[in-house]
């Protein structure tokens, strides 16, 4: 049990363009979901904290009016990176727990390429 | 907030011989430790995970050990193999209360490359 489901898997795009990436747990219902940001080679950065039927919390440096947040339902969170640019090329990663006190589990992840 | 160093960043063995990756920590209201595995492009696996109410916690050739005092907690990878190569994050976050709760704040990864 624990699959997590994150779509598209690659995206590229031209810069402006809006994309909205899709995080579903599969086999359970996650109150909590988190998106992260990987640059190569680099550590997993938390960007915000996303829980069912409320506002996202986000990080101290992420810009909440660009990367849009939702979480509608108790098995699917969405990220909308909103007039993407070359910088937000990215690999963006969710996960999804069904509390605070068990283990996250990861998507797939979602490569942005933004040209 | 919270702070983890993870070492060393790069780490070659041979197959057969123990692997052990090391991490600090700076929260001492941090009390849940996982360990990920990450292949190349793929999502992080948890592999393994410890509570601040043990000190050591085993499953088959992965163990891991905390010591909460000096704030420091450890991944043991005995009997290696090549399929072992990956990267390895450690990860801390306190389970209860506070602004910080289940965040996981990441170490920055070790590279495992385990020669056949």
Known sequence: GAVVSQHPSWVICKSGTSVKIECRSLDFQATTMFWYRQFPKQSLMLMATSNEGSKATYEQGVEKDKFLINHASLTLSTLTVTSAHPEDSSFYICSASRDSHQPQHFGDGTRLSIL | ?116
């Open chain 2, 1 to 116: 907030g919270e702070n983890v160093e993870q070492h060393p960043s790069t780490l070659s063995v041979q197959e057969g011989d123990s692997a052990v990756i090391k991490c600090t920590y700076s929260d001492s209201a941090s009390n849940y430790f996982p360990w990920y595995k990450q292949e190349l492009g793929k999502r992080p696996q948890l592999i393994i995970d410890i509570r601040s109410n043990v000190g050591e916690k085993k499953d088959q050739r992965i163990a891991v050990t905390l010591n909460k005092t000096a704030k420091h907690f450890s991944l043991h990878i005995t009997e290696t193999q090549p399929e072992d190569s990956a990267v390895y994050f450690c990860a801390a976050t306190p389970e209860a209360g506070g602004t910080s709760y289940g965040k996981l704040t990441f170490g920055q990864g070790t590279i495992l490359t385990v020669h056949p």
